[in-house]
């Protein structure tokens, strides 16, 4: 056992496929270089966790985070540990509700962090059933690409009975992400679509089937490095999910910016409802322009990355705030 250790994990952008992968459809998510860190401290009495939302005993979380106490208690189970002795931060770069995977770069850090403080090794299949168990609180019944995506360190290609398989793409993109500054809901968009589907189920899953068409050529954009391609697909399913109604004017507007100022194309990004837009850009330098416009038009946040082909993390990054 350490005195200290400290958990990481990092963001996930889904690039296209989000809504259509709860119906066991395929999707695509990335990596974003955005992390969140959970410092394993040892401490005497009952464990404590610190956060920018929480700070006191882990059995006094609010409601809606019950599902990390589940995940921490069976960590230290599986450490063959008494639940009992450490303090838990969490500090954080990721913004929460955006559809940024905030929820699960936590459990994810956390189990990580448990396991490294404990000095026991974690395969990834064991990760993830940990993170499932605090994201089942979370979203009531996800797809399971969040989790997917935050404990994997490359783009993938996820659906729920398939599992996931790596994309590596010869070539770098040019990856915009803007925030609306508003709280997307994941839990409502996703009963909303499920509510649309009873009620008109031919044209839903018409949409549903558009939509899996898009991923499939997307896949095929990144491993051929088509980034104008992949453009054009990532603005299509953004109409797609305006028809699904997960759309909100916030996103719509972030998403018109970015094509006016050159993107190859954008879309929400996640659940929708609010969060996040993403964008393509076809370098470095546009996807900095980009990003200053989307500052100009409304976006709380912006942040800007290329992306490395070999192992998909950052070679440039930078990011605009107000
Ligand atoms: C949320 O990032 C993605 C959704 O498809 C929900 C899910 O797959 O669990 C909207």
């Given at each position: 056992m350490r005195q200290e250790a400290i958990g990481e994990a990092h963001s996930k952008l889904i690039l296209v496929g989000e809504h259509i992968v709860v119906y066991n459809k395929p999707a695509i998510a990335i990596p974003c270089p955005l992390t969140l860190r959970a410092r394993i401290k040892e401490r005497n009495g009952e464990i404590t966790i610190s956060s920018q939302f929480y700070t006191g005993s882990i059995y006094d979380m609010p409601d809606r985070a019950k599902g990390i106490l589940e995940c921490v208690k069976r960590s230290f189970e599986l450490c063959n540990?008494?639940?009992?002795g450490v303090q838990i931060e969490i500090q954080s770069d990721i913004p929460v509700?955006?559809?940024?995977?905030s929820s699960a770069a936590s459990a994810t850090a956390i189990v990580r962090g448990i396991y490294k403080y404990f000095n026991k090794d974690i395969t990834t299949e064991e990760l993830f059933s940990l993170v499932e168990l605090a994201e089942s609180y979370a979203h009531?019944?996800?797809?399971?690409i969040d989790m997917m995506a935050v404990v994997r360190e490359e783009p993938i290609m996820y659906q729920r009975t398939e599992g996931a398989s790596s994309l590596i793409a010869p070539k770098p993109f040019h990856v915009v992400v803007a925030d609306t500054g508003t709280i997307g809901d994941t839990k409502k968009a996703v009963s909303h679509v499920k509510k649309m589907r009873s009620q008109r189920p031919w044209e839903i899953d018409h949409t549903m089937a558009q939509i899996e068409e898009i991923v499939i050529k997307a896949k095929e954009s990144i491993l051929t490095g088509d980034s104008e391609l992949l453009g054009s697909l990532l603005t299509r399913n953004h109409e797609k999910l305006r028809e699904l109604g997960v759309s909100v004017s916030s996103l719509d507007r972030l998403v018109e910016v970015a094509i006016r100022l050159g993107a190859l194309g954008a879309k929400l990004t996640g659940?929708?409802?609010g969060g996040c837009i993403i964008a393509l850009a076809k370098d470095i330098e546009s996807a900095k322009t980009i990003s200053t416009g989307l500052m100009e038009n409304g976006a709380t946040k912006v942040w800007y990355f290329s992306t490395n082909?070999?192992?998909?993390?950052?070679v440039h990054s930078g990011i605009c705030v107000d």
């Open positions: 540990k008494p639940m009992e509700g955006r559809g940024l995977g009531g019944r996800p797809s399971g659940g929708g409802m082909s070999k192992n998909w993390f950052t």
